[in-house]
């Protein structure tokens, strides 16, 4: 039975197709568009899945999109009238937006696609969350809490799950808490007033408080009041995401937390102003943590249960997870790789199968490599065609030239296999660096990543090594597998790993097992030989602004680009030529050329 | 012609610190539409080409957002309060419309001479303009020197890869050019017919169903709402 599994129109559209009740292939259009957090039809994610699976639209069995187009438009137009006359500048906007294609989607599905509407189903957005964390981790019964900004009304879910190995699956929602309530709008509300992006910079909130200490949580806890059930009620006055699309929070927002931070100034954490940004940020994230604690704890009592499946983009917040695993009562905690939208896609496809279809259980491959695979002799070529320097290597003298490349100090662009499901590089589409000094981190963030310098670097580290260098609690290797938890840096290995410990001693580490990455685990191995430590500085492989490389090509144009010593694609290592070559040969060009 | 309208948009600060936001998101978004061109392009000599020439866009990007940022420190603009990058140019992509993957390298070669091409001729004025902010005029002027050497490379190579018909594919990036423009004056004026009609229909029809929706909003509790079992068990509903 083959099924497809659409996410769309939001931001950050995916397809994943499921064959047999296995996914194989899962990608977002973001990676194949170019164009970050591309929100539109995934017309190229279809034809990549479809493509590696050797199969035309007509022999798909359903195709699910991962929400209800009607029932998210009944909240728009339910708030738009809630808020009148207010919404006024809001309404054209908002019924132009639905009414021009979002609420379309069968027939929009089966034009694209040319399949019969019959077979395009719906899911409930937060019912494909539920299922993309359960139904994806190594768990048969598990409690499921989902929380994310809003989906078609539900902006937080709890319930249970449970599946048989080739047997019936159930995934039940006790309760929910709905639109405007929202702990993703609370914090995006922050990431707003703190002059990031909504829905793309929350990460830099969580990164940026901690630099400052939560003394406005009284402040936010106005915000956001407990309800006498034990969910959480936000104080709309202080709001306005309800109200209009131009501005989240309210002038009363404004009287309390003091003006909003101008998005083109840089955060100066030497100065009052940037002390109290961060301040703001570690407030919302300490209340953030606490309100979801107290709700796993009673959902934990409820249910008796062990493991807890998160999903939704709150799931994103590392910091918040590892809290949750220390204090929710659950021994362990399963977070998908891609536990936003765009991992939507795959829950509900698998929905589909194991609860629409009654398909039987199955054990699925436990990885996020879902996407297109690099060729590393088309980057040969490509380099070569350019002039650079490339090599094509044996498995081994590759890992053990990378691995003297990484300890005298490059920087290695390292691309291998299948691309990463979801936002974050876990080995395949990586920027890989010696974790060792703060110079490399600033190097990363002057000449590579051009970043904010708040901003942290992830360590990935073999399992068997990972409790030597990081506080990791019992459970939570299995957080860090996708990077999905904050864990502290032992006290005794943070001079020795600057590069990738936050200012409060944590890191998001990754914790990598033989099977999941072989070749980067070798690479581990080997640098721990040269140096003592095997612990590489992992960043995802691109540019600000744009997405994760897919194609060698792309990884050779951002190469390029900024100042990655080394690129490897396959078995190619290519150096660039010096810069001492190159930019004359540039201008001589321009010369030429013109 | 248009001198004195250029002279008094780019006279006051806030519209200019407007224009050069639009301007930094616009440069790099062709940057990143270049660069693309420059990775699926077959042919070596324009891959390399089209990466110095997203470079440059890239720069002008940054030149154009530290000159906006740097306006908007000195002038306390208003600007500031709430005020998103996102807005001012919404989806804008400099070489909009352009599906770059779908391009053959002659019409990419010539949309770009052309647009460049029309760029340089609107820099040339905003530069002319600007005497009274030589920063700001500084920045255009270096700009026009990129645009210079972007208008003759795409213009040669267009002549080394279609040797016999880059004149045709000239006059058709041109009507392309044209029939795009019209789409976009359409659209926008269907988009504002749209609201406009929207909006009378708020006001004049909407009233009671608000006052519907406001008295049922103050009998909903807050706090969990349980699902009844079976809510969701249809996948053939849109609703």
Redesign the interface.
Known sequence: MNILGISAHYHDSAAALVVDGVPVCAVQEERLS??KGDATFPLLAVDSCLEQAGIEPEELDAV?FYE????KF?RIL?C???A??QS?RA???A??NSLGEK?W??GIIASQLGVPGRKV????HH?SHAAAAFLTAPTHRAAIMTADAVGEWVTL?V?DGERVQNGPTRI???????FP?SLGMLYSTFT?YLGF?VNEDEYKVMGLAAYGRPTLVDQVRKLIGR?????F?LDLNYFEFHTTA??S?SSRF?ELFG??R????PIDLETAEGQRFADCAASVQRVLEDTLVEIARALHQETGLEDLCLGGGVALNGVANARLLAESGFERIFVPPAPGDAGCAIGAALY?DRI?FGNPDRDLPDHPFWGPSVDGSELAR?AR??GHFAMELEERALIDQIANDLVAGHIVGWMEGALEFGPRALGHRSILAAPHTTEMRDRLNREIKYREAFRPFAPVVPSGAAALYFDIPPGGERLARFMSGVFSVRPAWRPRLEAVTHIDGTARVQVLEPAMAPRLHALLEAYGERTGIPVLLNTSFNLA??PIVN?E??GY?TF??CKIDVLVAGGTRVLKRTSATVKPE?DK??EE?? | MLAPVHRWIWSDTDRRIQKL?RFGETE?DGG?DI??A???TSD??L???Y??H??DEFRHGVLF?RR??AL??VSHSHL????????LAPGGHGLDDLQVDGESDSDMLAFLHLSEKAAASRFTVYRDVMQHDLLTRAIFEEILHDE??HM??TL??LARVEPERHKRHLWRARLSRLWKAYLRLASGLA?IM??FL??IQ??FL??P??W???RA?RREC??????S?GR?DS?????
């Open positions: 170019r164009h699910v209800r187009p009607m029932l009944d339910t738009a009238l809630r009148f006359p006024w309404f054209p906007k019924m132009k609420v989607m069968r189903l719906f899911t409930e019912q879910s319930g039940r929602s006790f309760r929910e808490i709905r309530h707003a992006k309800t006498p059930d034990g969910a009620a131009e501005r929070y404004v003006p909003p101008n998005p083109y100034e589909c629409h490509l065609e350019d602004g744009e194609r090509v792309e144009s390029l680009r540039a060009l321009k050329v013109a | 936001l790099t990143r660069l693309r420059a990775e699926v070596p000599l891959r390399r080409l990466l110095e997203a470079l957002r906006a940022a908007l420190k500031d309060s709430g005020f998103h990058g996102d807005w210079t050497f003759g490379y040669t190579q988009g749209g609201s929207l909006t708020y006001f909407l009233a169903f608000a519907l929706a406001k909003a807050s706090g969990w709402t349980p699902v079992p969701s996948l053939d509903r849109q609703y």
